[in-house]
Protein backbone atom coordinates (compact mmCIF):
# COMPACT_ATOMS: atom_id res chain seq x y z
CA UNK A 1 0.00 0.00 0.00
CA UNK A 2 0.90 3.70 -0.38
CA UNK A 3 0.35 5.63 3.05
CA UNK A 4 -0.20 9.30 2.58
CA UNK A 5 3.16 10.35 2.71
CA UNK A 6 3.43 8.05 -0.82
CA UNK A 7 5.53 5.88 0.79
CA UNK A 8 5.59 2.23 0.10
CA UNK A 9 4.74 -0.34 3.23
CA UNK A 10 3.69 -3.42 3.69
CA UNK A 11 1.13 -4.07 6.17
CA UNK A 12 1.30 -7.64 7.62
CA UNK A 13 -1.69 -9.68 9.77
CA UNK A 14 -1.34 -12.80 11.03
CA UNK A 15 -4.27 -15.50 11.64
CA UNK A 16 -3.64 -18.60 13.97
CA UNK A 17 -4.99 -21.38 15.80
CA UNK A 18 -4.78 -20.93 19.43
CA UNK A 19 -7.11 -22.88 22.26
CA UNK A 20 -9.97 -23.83 19.84
CA UNK A 21 -10.39 -20.86 17.98
CA UNK A 22 -9.01 -18.55 15.31
CA UNK A 23 -7.44 -15.30 15.80
CA UNK A 24 -5.96 -12.05 13.50
CA UNK A 25 -3.67 -10.38 14.86
CA UNK A 26 -1.69 -6.68 13.81
CA UNK A 27 1.75 -8.26 12.79
CA UNK A 28 3.72 -4.99 11.81
CA UNK A 29 3.50 -2.01 8.99
CA UNK A 30 7.05 -2.70 6.77
CA UNK A 31 8.60 -0.07 4.78
CA UNK A 32 9.53 -1.10 1.67
CA UNK A 33 11.89 1.39 -0.44
CA UNK A 34 11.44 -1.28 -3.42
CA UNK A 35 8.47 -2.82 -4.40
CA UNK A 36 9.61 -6.45 -5.79
CA UNK A 37 8.64 -9.78 -5.09
CA UNK A 38 12.94 -10.50 -3.52
CA UNK A 39 12.60 -7.72 -1.32
CA UNK A 40 9.27 -7.87 -0.05
CA UNK A 41 9.60 -11.80 0.41
CA UNK A 42 13.01 -10.82 2.19
CA UNK A 43 11.75 -8.25 4.73
CA UNK A 44 8.64 -10.67 5.43
CA UNK A 45 10.59 -13.97 5.75
CA UNK A 46 13.13 -12.03 7.71
CA UNK A 47 10.74 -11.41 10.33
CA UNK A 48 8.85 -14.02 10.67
CA UNK A 49 11.86 -16.11 11.15
CA UNK A 50 13.61 -13.85 13.93
CA UNK A 51 9.51 -13.83 15.40
CA UNK A 52 10.38 -17.97 15.36
CA UNK A 53 7.30 -18.13 13.59
CA UNK A 54 8.21 -18.37 9.74
CA UNK A 55 7.69 -22.41 9.59
CA UNK A 56 4.45 -22.69 11.13
CA UNK A 57 3.48 -20.60 7.82
CA UNK A 58 0.31 -23.18 6.03
CA UNK A 59 -1.06 -20.43 3.93
CA UNK A 60 -0.37 -16.87 2.55
CA UNK A 61 -3.63 -14.33 1.63
CA UNK A 62 -2.60 -11.09 -0.47
CA UNK A 63 -4.00 -8.30 -2.67
CA UNK A 64 -4.30 -9.65 -6.27
CA UNK A 65 -0.92 -7.93 -7.21
CA UNK A 66 1.26 -9.48 -9.42
CA UNK A 67 4.03 -8.94 -7.77
CA UNK A 68 2.57 -10.88 -4.39
CA UNK A 69 0.41 -13.68 -5.96
CA UNK A 70 2.57 -14.61 -9.07
CA UNK A 71 3.32 -18.71 -8.42
CA UNK A 72 6.96 -18.25 -10.42
CA UNK A 73 8.21 -14.51 -9.48
CA UNK A 74 6.22 -13.40 -6.49
CA UNK A 75 5.77 -13.35 -3.19
CA UNK A 76 3.57 -16.54 -2.94
CA UNK A 77 6.04 -18.16 -5.43
CA UNK A 78 8.89 -17.21 -3.37
CA UNK A 79 7.07 -18.61 0.25
CA UNK A 80 6.55 -21.52 -1.74
CA UNK A 81 9.66 -22.53 -2.86
CA UNK A 82 11.36 -22.64 0.19
CA UNK A 83 8.04 -23.80 2.16
CA UNK A 84 6.31 -26.48 -0.18
CA UNK A 85 3.27 -26.79 2.16
CA UNK A 86 2.13 -23.22 1.89
CA UNK A 87 -1.05 -22.54 -0.37
CA UNK A 88 -1.29 -18.60 -1.97
CA UNK A 89 -5.09 -17.05 -1.36
CA UNK A 90 -6.13 -14.15 -3.02
CA UNK A 91 -8.10 -12.02 -0.47
CA UNK A 92 -11.65 -12.15 -0.62
CA UNK A 93 -12.06 -8.57 0.59
CA UNK A 94 -9.81 -7.66 -1.82
CA UNK A 95 -11.88 -9.41 -4.65
CA UNK A 96 -15.25 -8.08 -3.13
CA UNK A 97 -13.51 -4.30 -3.30
CA UNK A 98 -12.91 -4.80 -7.25
CA UNK A 99 -15.98 -6.03 -7.95
CA UNK A 100 -18.03 -3.20 -6.17
CA UNK A 101 -15.30 -0.36 -8.34
CA UNK A 102 -15.97 -2.60 -10.97
CA UNK A 103 -19.91 -2.15 -10.57
CA UNK A 104 -19.83 1.40 -9.88
CA UNK A 105 -18.11 2.21 -13.44
CA UNK A 106 -19.93 -0.07 -15.71
CA UNK A 107 -23.28 0.65 -14.56
CA UNK A 108 -24.81 4.64 -15.42
CA UNK A 109 -27.10 4.69 -12.57
CA UNK A 110 -25.05 3.15 -10.28
CA UNK A 111 -21.93 5.99 -10.90
CA UNK A 112 -25.33 8.64 -10.61
CA UNK A 113 -25.77 7.04 -7.33
CA UNK A 114 -22.45 7.20 -5.86
CA UNK A 115 -22.40 10.90 -7.63
CA UNK A 116 -25.40 11.84 -5.82
CA UNK A 117 -23.86 10.66 -2.43
CA UNK A 118 -20.85 11.71 -2.64
CA UNK A 119 -22.33 15.36 -3.91
CA UNK A 120 -25.06 14.69 -0.58
CA UNK A 121 -22.01 14.33 1.90
CA UNK A 122 -20.02 17.31 0.37
CA UNK A 123 -22.71 19.48 0.92
CA UNK A 124 -23.13 18.93 4.62
CA UNK A 125 -19.68 17.87 5.71
CA UNK A 126 -18.39 21.63 3.42
CA UNK A 127 -20.49 23.61 6.13
CA UNK A 128 -20.50 22.90 9.97
CA UNK A 129 -24.05 24.81 10.33
CA UNK A 130 -25.06 22.39 8.38
CA UNK A 131 -23.33 19.20 9.87
CA UNK A 132 -24.80 20.34 13.12
CA UNK A 133 -28.46 21.24 12.05
CA UNK A 134 -28.21 17.92 10.44
CA UNK A 135 -26.65 16.42 14.02
CA UNK A 136 -29.63 17.87 15.72
CA UNK A 137 -32.03 16.36 13.23
CA UNK A 138 -30.89 12.81 13.54
CA UNK A 139 -30.33 13.06 17.64
CA UNK A 140 -33.91 13.74 17.59
CA UNK A 141 -35.42 11.34 15.16
CA UNK A 142 -32.64 8.88 15.56
CA UNK A 143 -31.54 9.20 19.11
CA UNK A 144 -27.90 9.17 17.17
CA UNK A 145 -25.98 10.92 15.19
CA UNK A 146 -24.42 8.62 12.04
CA UNK A 147 -21.44 10.17 10.32
CA UNK A 148 -21.76 10.61 6.52
CA UNK A 149 -19.20 8.78 4.52
CA UNK A 150 -17.89 9.80 1.29
CA UNK A 151 -18.11 7.25 -1.44
CA UNK A 152 -14.62 6.59 -2.92
CA UNK A 153 -12.77 3.74 -4.86
CA UNK A 154 -9.70 3.42 -2.49
CA UNK A 155 -11.95 3.13 0.80
CA UNK A 156 -13.34 -0.29 1.33
CA UNK A 157 -17.05 -0.82 1.01
CA UNK A 158 -17.29 3.07 1.24
CA UNK A 159 -19.65 3.20 -1.48
CA UNK A 160 -21.86 0.67 0.71
CA UNK A 161 -21.30 2.18 3.55
CA UNK A 162 -22.22 5.80 2.53
CA UNK A 163 -25.17 4.54 0.94
CA UNK A 164 -26.37 2.69 4.18
CA UNK A 165 -25.43 5.89 6.27
CA UNK A 166 -27.78 8.60 3.63
CA UNK A 167 -30.72 5.87 3.85
CA UNK A 168 -30.75 5.37 8.03
CA UNK A 169 -30.72 9.07 8.02
CA UNK A 170 -33.84 9.50 5.83
Known sequence: ST???KESVLIAYVS???????????????NLKEKNAD?????LST???EKGIFETIVSLCTDGAKVMCS????VAGL???????VVFFHCIAHKVNLVTTDI????????????????LVKFFVNSPKRINILDDYQEEIL???????????????????AIKCVIEIW
Open 39 to 43: NIYNI
Open 3 to 5: DIA
Open 104 to 119: VDRYPYVKNLQSFIYE
Open 71 to 74: NKNG
Open 16 to 30: FFSEWKTSVEYLRCF
Open 143 to 161: GEVLSLIKPTKIRWFSNFR
Open 47 to 49: YLK
Open 79 to 85: FQKELKR
